[in-house]
């Protein structure tokens, strides 16, 4: 008898999984899909390194960046078109003009992977001595971070068909940089959307939990 239900309570478990996946998927080409969640895990500009006097950084007007790219879906994958990003010196980057771009090709990203993207930036027009003046004292200075791509979802089904979607990604942050030339918060620092989007949060694979539980008490 005990073992009858435990054969009835793995089907049931193993139906409402199933069950599940499928809702996940149908809810995702109905409601749309979670855009991907972009950071910035790494800033430096060497010239506002204040403990570091030498020739080669006084003329240095380079900075450094290292891009995360998360695709939130975890069954659908995403393609980039080429990912463009632009840099402003000053947290009111519509008030100022760019100081430096920088574009990746564009690239396919499986279903819940990461991707890193780093680059060395050629900058331009930045108030180098005004800024270095901050810093030393004390202070920080603003660095602000653009991004702008456009991500494709596509979802296909058994019999061949597929489906596209896809999402104009917009999004930015403010980079905070001290003395040591390097960002200050030490954690990767998320952007943010700069444009209306879809991103759905709420997910029926949540809703499953509930429902496991109810059957366990129920046949076990």
């Excluded at 478990?13 to 069950?19: D, H, P, Q």
């Excluded at 995360?68 to 463009?84: A, F, I, M, T």
Aim: with cysteine.
């Amino acid at each position: 008898m005990s073992c009858s239900r435990c054969a009835v309570s793995f089907c049931c478990c193993f139906t409402i999984f199933v069950a599940g996946i499928i809702a996940l998927i149908v809810w995702s080409a109905i409601s749309g899909y979670r855009l991907p969640a972009c950071s910035v895990e790494d800033f430096y500009v060497p010239y506002l390194n204040v403990t570091d006097n030498s020739t080669s950084v006084r003329t240095n007007h380079t900075l450094y960046f290292d891009l995360r790219l998360k695709n939130r879906e975890p069954l659908v994958g995403v393609s980039y078109d080429d990912v463009k990003v632009t840099f402003f010196y000053g947290q009111n980057s519509s008030l100022s003009t760019p100081i430096g771009n920088y574009s990746f090709p564009k690239f396919y990203q499986g279903h819940g992977k990461k991707a890193r993207r780093k680059a060395l930036v050629e900058t331009y027009g930045v108030p180098w001595e005004a800024a270095s003046a901050n810093v030393s004292n004390g202070s920080t200075v603003t660095f602000r971070v653009g991004l702008s791509t456009r991500a494709t979802y596509e979802s296909c089904s058994d019999d061949g068909g597929c489906s596209y979607h896809t999402y104009a990604l917009v999004q930015g942050a403010d980079i905070d940089v001290d003395g040591s030339g390097r960002k200050v918060d030490k954690q990767g620092i998320r952007l943010q959307s700069a444009a209306a989007a879809p991103q759905h949060t709420c997910r029926p694979v949540f809703l499953g939990l509930p429902v496991v539980l109810y059957f366990l008490v129920l046949y076990v």
